[in-house]
């Protein structure tokens, strides 16, 4: 269980807060509606240390004021990246408890919102006296049932809304990271949200058959959240440098392994190429991974193709018509030769 939880704990979590900033933070409350902001907040403390902060929230419904309680939880994500909030036994685990953020978070159970009206949500985070070194995890739900179940079952979360409650305690603690999945060329999907693998690029139009994503898993080993720096360089097949740019900015959270991805602008691939990536952890340590891929442009090499065979088809008719004229000149040189 510890070892799951360690591969698994918060895998995901950055995703979903790339949906939280990249859509609206609003969800139906029994036909009612309320959003939230900020959806994230990242607060340093020190052992002992305490911090007040503040949530908005709004409601943008018409009608009577809205009733809403809050409930805190801890979480992470299973080996299918479902979010699973962590039971009482799983926090009475010494491995899993250095991650827990529920008890420091002291917010209201309830709260009222008149319709189309705004409050700001007081909670306090207190931070104990032997509060580990590293990263400490939690959310606040606001709704009007929060339900959440835990393990094989899966969770449910009725009418609600949470926002993430990021906690660094600074101090000695492991900081190291790993590339847990080799960087790989291929196509992003802004529709599915999906990467697929992909070495050769034929398809395209006559001048365009790129550009290419990329996409390569990085593995926290250390105890907090850190954002990974690197840059991905694409080079030709002599060695010269086509395209330099950096990969994505997201965070990793401890014991879990995310996908991060580059995107290159080269929209014109013809030949082979190699890519190599070079990413920093905590420490300043360096990773590199490296692969291939080609170009092909297919539109403009079946236009090259018909182009040459039309020249040769041309010189071949050609000379079959000169070799004609040339017989035939010397056929009417010859017969003139033998009248005189």
Same mark, same amino acid.
């Given at each position: 269980?510890?070892?799951?939880?360690?591969?698994?704990?918060?895998?995901?979590?950055?995703?979903?807060?790339?949906?939280?900033?990249?859509?609206?933070?609003?969800?139906?409350?029994?036909?009612?509606?309320?959003?939230?902001? /900020? !959806?994230?907040?990242?607060?340093?403390?020190? !052992?002992?240390?305490?911090?007040?902060?503040?949530?908005?929230?709004?409601?943008?419904?018409?009608?009577? $004021?809205?009733?809403?309680?809050?409930?805190? $939880?801890?979480? #992470? &994500?299973?080996?299918?990246?479902?979010?699973?909030?962590?039971?009482?036994?799983?926090?009475?685990? /010494?491995?899993?408890?250095?991650?827990?953020?529920?008890?420091?978070?002291?917010?209201?159970?309830?709260?009222?919102?008149?319709?189309?009206?705004?409050?700001?949500v007081p909670f306090t985070v207190n931070a104990p006296k032997d509060a580990s070194p590293?990263?400490? &995890?939690?959310? =606040?739900?606001?709704?009007?049932?929060?339900?959440?179940?835990?393990?094989?079952?899966?969770?449910?979360?009725?009418?609600?809304?949470?926002?993430? =409650?990021?906690?660094?305690?600074?101090?000695?603690?492991?900081?190291?990271?790993?590339?847990?999945? !080799?960087?790989?060329?291929?196509?992003?999907?802004?529709?599915?949200?999906?990467?697929?693998?992909?070495?050769?690029?034929?398809?395209?139009?006559?001048?365009?058959?790129? !550009?290419?994503?990329?996409?390569?898993?990085?593995?926290?080993?250390?105890?907090?959240?850190?954002?990974?720096?690197?840059? =991905?360089?694409?080079?030709?097949?002599?060695?010269s440098v086509v395209e330099q740019f950096p990969i994505e900015n997201k965070r990793v959270? /401890?014991?879990?392994?995310?996908?991060?991805?580059?995107?290159?602008?080269?929209?014109?691939?013809?030949?082979? &190429?190699?890519?190599?990536?070079?990413?920093?952890?905590?420490?300043?340590?360096?990773?590199?991974?490296?692969? &291939?891929? =080609?170009?092909?442009?297919?539109?403009l090499m079946l236009l090259i193709i018909t182009v040459c065979g039309l020249l040769v088809?041309?010189?071949?008719?050609?000379?079959?018509?000169?070799?004609?004229?040339?017989?035939?000149? #010397?056929?009417?040189?010859?017969?003139?030769?033998?009248?005189?």
């Open positions: 269980m510890r070892s799951r939880f360690l591969n698994t704990t918060l895998c995901g979590i950055l995703l979903m807060t790339l949906l939280c900033v990249t859509i609206p933070t609003t969800t139906a409350v029994d036909g009612l509606t309320i959003s939230v902001a /900020p !959806p994230i907040l990242e607060i340093r403390l020190k !052992p002992g240390e305490s911090t007040k902060e503040k949530i908005k929230v709004t409601s943008t419904a018409n009608g009577d $004021k809205l009733s809403l309680s809050t409930d805190v $939880k801890d979480f #992470y &994500y299973d080996d299918s990246d479902q979010l699973k909030f962590m039971t009482e036994e799983e926090l009475a685990d /010494p491995d899993l408890q250095k991650f827990s953020l529920k008890n420091w978070i002291v917010v209201d159970k309830d709260l009222t919102i008149p319709a189309g009206k705004s409050v700001e590293g990263g400490h &995890y939690g959310m =606040i739900f606001f709704g009007k049932s929060v339900a959440a179940t835990s393990g094989g079952a899966g969770v449910g979360i009725g009418g609600q809304i949470g926002v993430m =409650i990021l906690v660094s305690i600074p101090g000695e603690s492991s900081k190291e990271g790993a590339i847990s999945s !080799p960087l790989k060329s291929g196509v992003f999907s802004a529709k599915t949200k999906t990467f697929t693998p992909k070495t050769w690029f034929i398809d395209g139009d006559l001048f365009k058959n790129g !550009p290419v994503d990329f996409s390569f898993k990085f593995q926290n080993n250390s105890d907090t959240h850190f954002v990974p720096e690197g840059k =991905i360089t694409v080079k030709n097949i002599f060695g959270f /401890p014991g879990s392994s995310r996908a991060i991805s580059g995107h290159s602008k080269k929209d014109f691939l013809f030949g082979f &190429y190699t890519a190599e990536l070079d990413v920093i952890d905590q420490t300043g340590t360096h990773h590199s991974s490296e692969t &291939y891929f =080609i170009g092909l442009p297919i539109m088809l041309f010189f071949k008719l050609y000379n079959r018509w000169l070799t004609k004229q040339i017989l035939r000149q #010397y056929n009417e040189e010859k017969s003139a030769s033998k009248k005189t």
